[in-house]
């Protein structure tokens, strides 16, 4: 197999036109400088997507595994709702809540003039959203397996519930927790429905790779462009499912657990 | 001297005890399912009782009718486990700083000041402190735990069949261990057990339990 990758300028009558040619086998693909752009957006939103849910995807995922409290079956409905309810359902509540003259955009707005919906930040906040019930699930599941009777030992020790959490409970976890985060920055990285109507598709500002994708299958010389950028996430998912699976493996590797 | 006064009712089981172990070491003896564990459970704290009573010197860690219930980590115990419960992500010796580490405060009027060299000493275990405690054997483990729990410098010992999970040779090359922690660090100990030979070698007190129930109790470590 023989890789190549290079960049260059195009000269023409567009000087922002920058390509990126990557070469497997002889077969190039090149991407377009709105192509790269797009794929730069997707990144940077589904990594703060995932970076800023994950404290809380790990608290709820927590309190869900381990406490019993009233109306836990309730948060465990919110927290599944984006799973079921239809992408662009999910979207238009967002653009509600927290559109300019919604009931926290107003307030966001007025107050420190934060401005979400048809921003990047907006996305991120949709790729969150629609991420979270994997995340927390994943959490869940690997603070579930935690054995308690190691936690009942912590205590005799004299550890405190948050001594506990950060000293036993979260480093047995810990394979989980990436895995889930990773399996959530995959799905955040692809989120198309609650993004575009939330925030819609504005280039090089809310155009992220799927819609980037949408725009090139609505026209009818797109079908070169539409591959390209199949072939791009299809690649980039992998990655993150490989990242993932490899991490959870070296995790577990160090901590001598199964 | 520690008073326990414990009312539990479970589907197929029924504990009903009121008892004071003054010994230094005080063995609760009976046979396996008689309700042993949980009373050393409630003591902990690990368990509640329905209604009940739980008074350690001049501390009261549990009083149902007073709606006391001091949390385990506030209890000032160590509490070795049958199954030793060495922590799988931490080498011994980290296991053996857990207290340290979580314990903002200590207590100081209650406890007794455990000297790290001497509980790696007594217990010799110095060869295993950069080992992972999943590459250590039964023996090894409980030998651990019990430093471990030592060294959170426990006002009172908790014993849970230390012994029961190990083949006839190993229990042997252990019990002396656990004199030598009697003698040396002179702890007041709840110990539970089945095997009337452990218990004899042990205890000071001997307090026989049956069936949820107290059956008989008795200075001395010879039982009658």
Same mark, same amino acid.
């Given at each position: 197999?023989?890789?190549?990758?290079?960049?260059?300028?195009?000269?023409?009558?567009?000087?922002?036109?920058?390509?990126?040619?990557?070469?497997?086998?002889?077969?190039?693909?090149?991407?377009?400088?709105?192509?790269?752009?797009?794929?730069?957006?997707?990144?940077?939103?589904? /990594?703060?997507?995932?970076?800023?849910?994950?404290?809380?995807?790990?608290?709820?995922?927590?309190?869900?595994?381990?406490?019993?409290?009233?109306?836990? *079956?309730?948060?465990?409905?919110? +927290?599944?709702?984006?799973?079921?309810?239809?992408?662009?359902?999910?979207?238009?509540?967002?653009?509600?809540?927290? *559109?300019?003259?919604?009931?926290?955009?107003?307030?966001?707005?007025?107050?420190?003039?934060?401005?979400?919906?048809?921003?990047?930040?907006?996305?991120?906040?949709?790729?969150?959203?629609?991420?979270?019930?994997?995340?927390?699930?994943?959490?869940?599941?690997?603070?579930?397996?935690?054995?308690?009777?190691?936690?009942?030992?912590?205590?005799?020790? *004299?550890?405190?519930?948050?001594?506990?959490?950060?000293?036993?409970?979260?480093?047995?976890?810990?394979?989980? +927790?990436?895995?889930?985060?990773?399996?959530?920055?995959?799905?955040?990285?692809?989120?198309?429905?609650?993004?575009?109507?939330? +925030?819609?598709?504005?280039?090089?500002?809310?155009?992220?790779?799927?819609?980037?994708?949408?725009?090139?299958?609505?026209?009818? /010389?797109?079908?070169?462009?539409?591959?390209?950028?199949?072939? +791009?996430?299809?690649?980039?998912?992998?990655?993150?499912?490989?990242?993932?699976?490899?991490?959870?493996?070296?995790?577990?590797?160090?901590?001598?657990?199964? | 001297?520690?008073?326990?006064?414990?009312?539990?009712?479970? &589907?197929?089981?029924?504990?009903?005890?009121?008892?004071?172990?003054?010994?230094?070491?005080?063995?609760?003896?009976?046979?396996?399912? @008689? !309700?042993?564990?949980?009373?050393?459970?409630?003591?902990?704290?690990?368990?509640?009782?329905?209604? !009940?009573?739980?008074?350690?010197?001049?501390?009261?860690?549990?009083?149902?009718?007073?709606?006391?219930?001091?949390?385990?980590?506030?209890?000032?115990?160590?509490?070795?486990?049958?199954?030793?419960?060495?922590?799988?992500?931490?080498?011994?010796?980290?296991?053996?700083?857990? &207290?340290?580490?979580?314990?903002?405060?200590?207590?100081?009027?209650?406890?007794?000041? #455990?000297?790290?060299?001497?509980?790696?000493?007594?217990?010799?275990?110095?060869?295993?402190?950069?080992?992972?405690?999943?590459?250590?054997?039964?023996?090894?483990?409980?030998? =651990?735990?019990?430093?471990?729990?030592?060294?959170?410098?426990?006002?009172?010992?908790?014993?849970?069949?230390?012994?029961?999970?190990?083949?006839?040779?190993?229990?042997?090359?252990?019990?002396?261990? =656990?004199?030598?922690?009697?003698?040396?660090?002179?702890?007041?100990?709840?110990?539970? @057990?089945?095997?009337?030979?452990?218990?004899?070698?042990?205890?000071?007190? =001997? #307090?026989?339990?049956?069936?949820?129930?107290?059956?008989?109790?008795?200075?001395?470590? #010879?039982?009658?």
């Amino acid at each position: 197999m023989r890789w190549q990758l290079s960049a260059m300028g195009m000269t023409g009558r567009d000087s922002r036109y920058i390509c990126l040619n990557i070469s497997l086998n002889g077969c190039s693909v090149i991407l377009t400088s709105s192509d790269i752009s797009a794929l730069l957006l997707s990144v940077r939103v589904a /990594s703060v997507a995932t970076f800023v849910s994950l404290p809380f995807a790990v608290a709820v995922a927590y309190v869900l595994a381990r406490r019993r409290f009233w109306g836990k *079956g309730l948060l465990n409905i919110i +927290v599944h709702i984006p799973l079921v309810l239809p992408p662009v359902v999910t979207g238009y509540i967002l653009l509600l809540l927290f *559109g300019r003259q919604g009931v926290i955009g107003y307030w966001l707005d007025s107050c420190c003039s934060i401005v979400l919906s048809f921003h990047w930040t907006g996305a991120a906040l949709a790729a969150a959203i629609m991420s979270f019930p994997l995340t927390v699930r994943a959490i869940r599941l690997s603070i579930e397996a935690v054995d308690t009777r190691l936690e009942d030992a912590a205590a005799t020790l *004299g550890a405190g519930p948050w001594s506990c959490f950060a000293y036993v409970t979260l480093p047995l976890a810990l394979p989980g +927790v990436c895995a889930g985060a990773l399996l959530g920055f995959a799905k955040a990285l692809g989120e198309f429905g609650a993004t575009i109507t939330f +925030v819609g598709n504005i280039p090089d500002e809310t155009r992220t790779l799927a819609s980037a994708l949408y725009v090139y299958t609505q026209s009818a /010389s797109g079908d070169e462009g539409a591959f390209r950028l199949t072939l +791009v996430s299809l690649a980039l998912s992998v990655l993150a499912l490989a990242l993932s699976e490899w991490m959870a493996q070296r995790l577990a590797d160090k901590t001598g657990l199964r | 001297m520690i008073e326990i006064k414990a009312k539990l009712t479970l &589907s197929s089981f029924e504990l009903d005890v009121d008892v004071a172990c003054e010994g230094l070491v005080t063995a609760l003896f009976g046979p396996s399912g @008689s !309700g042993k564990t949980t009373i050393l459970k409630i003591v902990a704290g690990l368990a509640q009782p329905h209604t !009940g009573f739980v008074r350690f010197n001049d501390e009261i860690w549990f009083d149902s009718a007073r709606m006391i219930n001091v949390p385990a980590h506030h209890r000032h115990i160590g509490y070795v486990f049958q199954d030793a419960r060495l922590f799988p992500h931490l080498s011994v010796r980290h296991n053996l700083m857990f &207290s340290q580490w979580v314990r903002r405060q200590r207590a100081p009027h209650l406890t007794k000041r #455990i000297d790290w060299d001497d509980v790696i000493d007594v217990l010799g275990i110095a060869h295993l402190l950069e080992r992972s405690p999943l590459t250590l054997s039964g023996g090894e483990q409980q030998r =651990i735990a019990l430093a471990r729990a030592l060294l959170s410098h426990p006002a009172l010992l908790l014993m849970d069949e230390p012994l029961a999970a190990l083949d006839a040779q190993r229990r042997d090359e252990i019990l002396p261990y =656990i004199e030598r922690v009697k003698k040396t660090f002179s702890i007041p100990t709840l110990y539970v @057990s089945h095997a009337r030979d452990e218990v004899e070698r042990i205890a000071d007190e =001997i #307090i026989r339990i049956d069936e949820g129930k107290i059956m008989q109790r008795q200075r001395g470590s #010879i039982l009658i």
